[in-house]
C-alpha cells in the first residue's frame, strides 16, 4: 500500500512569489494535516482538511491556505513568500477524521522550502 | 493549549546502550504518538499509544495516561536509531489539534 506522497522535493522562491506544494493521502484515508518545520523550531501545526473541509488550522497569517479534493488530496498554498516561510513542509493522513477520538497519523517525505 | 515536554533533550549513546525518552503532557489526552525523524526529515510512526504498553522489536513504549506522561524505550541501540524523536499527542475532547514536543536528538556512535 502506497505512504503519503508529497511534491515537490524541493521547491525555490523568492520573496513575494506564491509556492503550491500538493498531498496524496494513503488511500481511505480522509483527513490531511499540514505542518511547517522551520530550523530550530519543532513542528507547527498549519491545517487540517477533512472531507473537503478546513477543521482546523493553526497560528499561522492567512496567505497560508490550502485546500482539499474530492479525491482527499491536497494542496497548499503559500502566498506572499517571506525569508522566514523556508521550512520543511509535512502532510500527514489520518483515517479518523473529524468528530472521531482516532487521529493516527502517517506522514509524508516533505517539501523542503527555500526562499530566497 | 495543552504543553508536552520531551527530555532528555539531546543523548549521546554508544551502540549496545539502553536508553529511555520521556513524554510529559499538561492534560488529558485522546492520541498520542511516538515518532522517528531520520537525517532526511522524514517522520516515522513508532507507536500509537494513547494509554497502555506495546513492544516492537528493540523498541517498547507505555504510556500513563492518568500521570500524564509517556516513556519510550530503545534497548541495544544500533547507529540507526540516530535522529530525532518526537512525541505528539491530542487533547480529548473537540477537534483534533495535535501538539509536538521539541524532540529528544539521539546520536549513536559506533
Given at each position: 500500500e502506497a505512504g503519503v506522497t508529497q511534491s515537490p522535493?524541493?521547491?525555490?522562491?523568492?520573496?513575494?512569489?506564491?509556492?503550491t506544494l500538493r498531498c496524496s493521502p494513503i488511500s481511505g484515508h480522509t483527513s490531511v494535516y499540514w505542518?511547517?518545520?522551520?530550523?530550530?523550531?519543532?513542528?507547527?501545526?498549519l491545517l487540517w482538511y477533512d472531507e473537503g473541509e478546513e477543521?482546523?488550522?493553526?497560528?499561522?497569517?492567512?496567505?497560508?491556505s490550502g485546500r482539499q479534493f474530492p479525491n482527499y488530496s491536497s494542496e497548499l498554498n503559500?502566498?506572499?513568500?517571506?525569508?522566514?516561510?523556508?521550512?520543511?513542509y509535512l502532510c500527514a493522513s489520518s483515517l479518523?477524521g473529524?468528530?472521531?477520538?482516532?487521529?493516527?497519523?502517517f506522514f509524508g517525505p516533505g517539501t523542503?522550502?527555500?526562499?530566497? | 493549549?495543552?504543553?508536552?515536554?520531551?527530555?532528555?533533550?539531546?543523548?549521546?549513546?554508544?551502540?549496545?546502550?539502553?536508553?529511555?525518552?520521556?513524554?510529559?503532557?499538561?492534560?488529558?489526552?485522546?492520541?498520542?504518538?511516538?515518532?522517528?525523524?531520520?537525517?532526511?526529515?522524514?517522520?516515522?510512526?513508532?507507536?500509537?499509544?494513547?494509554?497502555?504498553?506495546?513492544?516492537?522489536?528493540?523498541?517498547?513504549?507505555?504510556?500513563?495516561?492518568?500521570?500524564?506522561?509517556?516513556?519510550?524505550?530503545?534497548?541495544?541501540?544500533?547507529?540507526?536509531?540516530?535522529?530525532?524523536?518526537?512525541?505528539?499527542?491530542?487533547?480529548?475532547?473537540?477537534?483534533?489539534?495535535?501538539?509536538?514536543?521539541?524532540?529528544?536528538?539521539?546520536?549513536?556512535?559506533?
Open positions: 522535493t524541493h521547491l525555490i522562491k523568492t520573496r513575494g512569489q506564491q509556492a505542518y511547517q518545520q522551520a530550523l530550530g523550531l519543532g513542528l507547527q501545526f477543521r482546523n488550522r493553526g497560528n499561522f497569517p492567512p496567505r497560508f503559500v502566498n506572499a513568500l517571506e525569508l522566514e516561510d523556508s521550512a520543511l479518523g473529524f468528530g472521531t477520538n482516532y487521529n493516527e497519523q523542503r522550502l527555500t526562499v530566497l | 493549549g495543552i504543553q508536552v515536554e520531551q527530555s532528555p533533550p539531546d543523548l549521546i549513546l554508544q551502540e549496545g546502550a539502553n536508553s529511555t525518552l520521556r513524554c510529559n503532557f499538561s492534560d488529558s489526552v485522546n492520541n498520542l504518538q511516538w515518532f522517528h525523524q531520520n537525517p532526511w526529515g522524514q517522520l516515522i510512526n513508532l507507536f500509537y499509544i494513547p494509554s497502555g504498553t506495546k513492544q516492537n522489536g528493540r523498541l517498547s513504549a507505555t504510556t500513563v495516561a492518568t500521570e500524564r506522561y509517556s516513556l519510550l524505550y530503545i534497548s541495544s541501540s544500533q547507529t540507526t536509531d540516530s535522529g530525532v524523536y518526537f512525541c505528539a499527542v491530542g487533547p480529548s475532547g473537540g477537534s483534533y489539534i495535535p501538539t509536538f514536543g521539541r524532540g529528544t536528538s539521539l546520536i549513536v556512535h559506533p
